[in-house]
């Protein structure tokens, strides 16, 4: 393994003020040392289409490199509805086909999610897991990173402010480094 863990991060949203973009931007200033973070826009990603499964988007061919090229993800959705936004499932749909070809297949990741309100859209992390489970993504589930009131802990130029909320994402940063050398069975890198 590099002696850099390479984490791909993805938000569900598209919106430019999203605040799940937002946390992970606070992601790339809060990383340890041995790991760096590529962040993907979703934007671009036309909707699922099953008659387009061998002959992909463009887009979706690269969002595929990169989930395969990352030794580990970092998600950061909202919550729509109570589930995942139809942006992020639509993305994650596409790159695990076409059946047999999932890129996500055995990957370890961590889930954040930030909301305007008071729930922190921990819901959308739930159902996020449950198709983790079918598509073999190894989700850890400590800590937890939950940022309700998303607004006053985050400001208007997309900065996370709230000094509680950066050091539960660096203490979710280290989680997944640790996790990710652990299912890799690195035992020279082995987390103390
Ligand atoms: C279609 C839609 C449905 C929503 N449903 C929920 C919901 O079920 N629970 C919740 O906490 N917030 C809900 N919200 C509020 C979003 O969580 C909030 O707008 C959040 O900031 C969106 O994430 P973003 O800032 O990363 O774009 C909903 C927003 C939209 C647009």
Known sequence: MDKQIKILG???SLRKGSYNKAILRAALELL?????LEIFDLEGIPPFNSDLENRMPEIVKEFKAKIRAADALLIA???????IPGVLKNAIDWASRPYGDNAFEGKPAAIMSASSGMLGAVKAQFHLRQTFVF??????NRPEVVVTFAGEKIDDKGRVTDEKTREK??????ALVAWTIRLKGDNSQKAK
Request: hydrophobic share 45%.
């Open 135 to 140: 598509l073999d993504v190894l989700a850890f």
């Open 10 to 12: 993805f938000a569900g």
């Open 169 to 174: 994402i660096k203490e979710l940063l280290m």
């Open 32 to 36: 340890p040392e041995d790991a760096k």
């Open 77 to 83: 959705t909202p919550e729509y509805n109570y589930s």
